[in-house]
């Protein structure tokens, strides 16, 4: 049975186990060229805390890299609905559109980027003593802002087609590169930080070849064509429409951690930065699974509701929250139970530890909630929700989030403690309002 029908007959369940479990893989293993580059750097001796203070102060920059990535791949999603429909050739239409706007994208934040670095990094929370460490990562990272953005938009693409063992192998293949060549890079030639972004922008590379050569193979049921990259507005604008959702969602993740880093510093020093650093990665192996999760079900949901198997997206949704919830409240648990074995992963500094073990029993509170969260957002946009998702993208951060984290501090006087508590207060207020939404709106759409 081939791609184009086990979509719509093949059982639920069995479905989502072969389609989400590598789509999982594949965001954990994304996940580590971060959080490999921070344990690694971490431990650079004698100036691993401002190194790592310092790479945390980019990863709002590359956070909002991602955003953009997410913004032009969200072409993935329609050509999964028009497979639905029998339409081949207006999914690759959108494969062609969706790969243009990521090339337009790539060049223009790489020059933006580079020609105001130093003045974003110190508006996104560097100080004179960690500013070096910063730019010296950013400066080479942008060089491969191309691959960056081409293979995380274009591999959405082959998972969407139900290769998610694909799509796994061209993040796992990148992150076994770059684990490889971070100590060799770092310690070896003693480049520090340069070489934790140079073995990334390598590594990137790699996986950009490997997602061309099958969108252009035989294997791919749509291929990226020349022909199809021809803009088309109509197209265009479907893309943008449903990937705003997504975008907001990253790029607001952008702009908290940049709030997060200010008041860090603000209300107490580099060594809070750099356990910011520390816990927006520890939060991010509680979500980056459970987005890879709700990934792996949304070909399923799209297909599904594009060829009118509204049963069979209700059987979808009711397993992925159900194992949703399951995860978040386990791994949320082992965090509360052992924070510093989760700290221990990016630094042997003990004063540090000591620091951010309270810290992150707060900061990660809420996030048991993000089970329901994840599975009601992404569900919504795998329905073409696209004024509901956006809605709810900015509900979180933006209209939740930022707001609390600039005002609690401040009014109570709570300082770096005001911060914590500002991110349970808004993620399990969202989820409330998320699930919500999705019982109502739900009834009315899978009649």
Do not use: H
């Not at 949304?298 to 509701?305: D, F, K």
Request: aromatic residues 10%.
């Amino acid at each position: 049975m081939d791609n184009k029908t086990k979509l719509g007959t093949e059982p639920v369940g069995k479905l989502i186990i072969q389609l989400s479990l590598p789509s999982i893989a594949a965001q954990l293993v994304n996940m580590l060229y971060n959080i490999v580059d921070r344990i690694y750097v971490g431990r650079i001796p004698g100036e691993g805390t401002l190194a790592l203070a310092g790479l945390g102060v980019t990863f709002p920059i590359i956070m909002l890299i991602s955003a953009f990535a997410m913004l032009s791949g969200m072409g993935a999603p329609r050509a999964s609905y028009a497979m639905g429909e029998g339409d081949y050739k207006k999914a690759e239409k959108y494969l062609g559109n969706s790969a243009a706007l990521l090339i337009v994208f790539a060049v223009i934040l790489s020059v933006v980027f580079y020609i105001t670095k130093d003045r974003i990094l110190l508006a996104f929370g560097a100080s004179q003593n960690t500013l070096p460490y910063a730019n010296s990562y950013l400066e080479i990272y942008l060089i491969g802002t191309v691959f960056v953005q081409m293979t995380l938009g274009l591999n959405m693409f082959i998972t969407n087609q139900g290769f998610s063992k694909i799509s796994m192998l061209t993040v796992c293949i990148g992150a076994v590169i770059n684990i490889i060549l971070d100590p060799i890079f770092i310690y070896g030639f003693g480049m520090g930080v340069q070489g934790a972004a140079l073995a990334t922008i390598i590594s990137q590379c790699v996986s950009f070849i490997w997602v061309m050569r099958f969108l252009t193979g035989k294997k791919t049921l749509i291929k990226l064509k020349l022909s199809a990259m021809i803009p088309d507005k109509n197209i265009i604008g479907s893309i943008l429409a449903l990937g705003a959702a997504p975008f907001v969602m990253q790029s607001t993740e952008c702009l908290i951690q940049l709030t997060f880093n200010k008041g860090m510093l603000k209300y107490g020093n580099d060594s809070y930065v750099a356990i910011m650093s520390m816990l927006f990665s520890i939060m991010q192996l509680v979500w980056m699974p459970l987005t890879g999760f709700s990934q792996g079900v949304q070909p399923i949901t799209s297909y599904n509701y594009g060829a009118k198997n509204i049963g069979r997206v209700k059987r979808a949704f009711k397993l992925q929250i159900t194992i949703n919830m399951i995860f978040s409240i386990v791994s949320v648990a082992a965090v509360e139970l052992f924070p510093g074995v989760f700290l221990r992963l990016f630094s042997d500094d003990r004063t540090i530890i000591d620091m951010g073990q309270n810290a992150l029993r707060l900061f990660m509170a809420g996030m048991w909630a993000m089970g329901a969260q994840s599975a009601c957002q992404q569900t919504f946009v795998a329905l073409g929700e696209a004024k509901i998702s956006m809605f709810l993208a900015c509900l979180r951060k933006i209209i939740l989030l930022f707001p609390l984290a600039l005002i609690i501090p401040a009014v109570t006087g709570l300082g770096v403690w005001g911060l914590f508590l500002a991110e349970p207060i808004s993620d399990i207020i969202a989820a409330s309002v998320t699930t919500s939404m999705y019982y109502f709106r739900s009834k009315k759409i899978l009649k």
